[in-house]
């Protein structure tokens, strides 16, 4: 008997797919919420594919440090500026610092990514960002790491059923 496993979109996949979604807004506008304690979130979409997340960000929330638990994404930003964080791969050479990089991503700006990535994505405007995330295949986990002077230290691993 074989096993058919799904495809696995590629990050330029997962780009033109939430470039898509954040041009038809009436599929997402009335859903999107805001919370003063952390970022609000929900999953739109979701198959053996690929899952679409909708995330609002009020000034000052973040996401920390983390990975992807092995699954590549994008995100476009619908709405506001997001500021993003790279710091490297979990597969960067032993004795390697992290270097971090930051880049704005404005409204239109869409970033993808392949499965070992580890960014941090901040809201450091004064207004409302909402972004749209794809993830391929669906995330079953993500690792969240602290950044010291001696490079990422894991803090928790958390499981798809902690969101």
């Not at 009335?30 to 960000?57: F, G, T």
């Not at 230290?153 to 902690?162: F, K, R």
Request: no cysteine.
């Amino acid at each position: 008997m074989t096993t058919i496993v799904p495809a696995v979109l590629s990050p330029r996949q997962l780009a033109t797919e939430v470039g898509k979604l954040a041009a038809a807004p009436r599929e997402w506008m009335s859903r999107v919420r805001l919370s003063p304690d952390e970022r609000w979130y929900e999953r739109l979409r979701a198959d053996d594919q690929y899952e679409i997340w909708l995330i609002s960000w009020l000034p000052g929330q973040g996401t920390g440090f983390h990975d992807h638990g092995g699954s590549a994404g994008a995100f476009s930003v619908v709405w506001g500026t997001l500021e993003e964080h790279q710091a490297g791969t979990r597969t960067r050479a032993p004795g390697r610092p992290h270097r971090v990089t930051a880049a704005r991503v404005s409204a239109g700006g869409v970033r993808s990514f392949g499965p070992e990535y580890i960014h941090d994505v901040r809201n450091t405007s004064q207004a409302v960002a909402v972004s749209v995330h794809a993830y391929s295949p669906p995330l079953t986990e993500m690792t969240r790491y602290d950044l010291t002077g001696d490079g990422l230290i894991v803090l928790d691993i958390e499981a798809a059923s902690q969101w």
